[in-house]
């Protein structure tokens, strides 16, 4: 299945010059849901995971899905404000200012196998922010794990040596 075919370009937005990438059409259809799901999880291979982690708001179509396939458990970065207990929080840099990024601190054991998942890696400020709360916490990144990487802004390299693997390139 050619899962671009699902992925619409929309030009300037949220902001002019952005050619969004838009995955409602592919969330729309059950058979590209159910082909991503199951590249998704072939990404991560035969490994045991404890917790996957989704960010806010696009990582939480797939994240809860392949951590039920994974058998683990699933944990949700949020926005500043959102998550109601104790809570760890990771500011990090954005083209200009900052934003920041929550997880409850007692979501992840110090030794546990974590997979991150999001749907897009764009300049990795995000994916970065949310290894390092998941660090802070003690756990131990196994992969971090994409729908879409647009490479040309090179955001796998803000992850240094943590395995990155994205399902479609542009
Ligand atoms: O690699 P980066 O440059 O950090 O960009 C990637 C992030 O941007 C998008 O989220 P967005 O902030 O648009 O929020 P949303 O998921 O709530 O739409 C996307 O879902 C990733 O989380
Ligand atoms: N171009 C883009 N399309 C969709 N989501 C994004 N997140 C960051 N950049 C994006």
Do not use: W
């Not at 671009?4 to 990438?21: A, L, M, Q, S």
């Not at 995955?23 to 991560?44: C, F, G, H, R, S």
């Amino acid at each position: 299945m050619d899962l671009k075919t699902f992925i619409r370009d929309i030009d300037n937005f949220p902001k002019e010059g952005v050619v969004f990438k838009d995955i409602t059409p592919l969330l729309a259809n059950a058979q590209a849901m159910q082909y991503t799901l199951d590249k998704l999880l072939e990404m991560v291979g035969d490994v045991s995971i404890d917790k996957v982690v989704g960010m806010e708001s696009r990582g939480f179509f797939f994240a809860p899905l392949l951590a039920q396939k994974l058998n683990a458990g699933f944990v949700p970065v949020r926005k500043p404000n959102k998550l109601p207990a104790a809570k760890t929080s990771q500011t990090y840099d954005l083209e200009y200012g900052t934003d920041t990024l929550e997880i409850h601190s007692d979501a992840i054991l110090a030794g546990e196998k974590v997979l991150v998942h999001d749907d897009v890696l764009a300049t990795g400020g995000t994916a970065k922010a949310t290894c390092d709360l998941i660090k802070r916490l003690g756990g131990e990144i196994v992969q971090c794990n994409f729908l879409i990487e647009l490479d040309f802004l090179n955001g796998s390299h803000k992850l240094g040596d943590i395995p990155t693997r994205a399902l479609l390139n542009y």
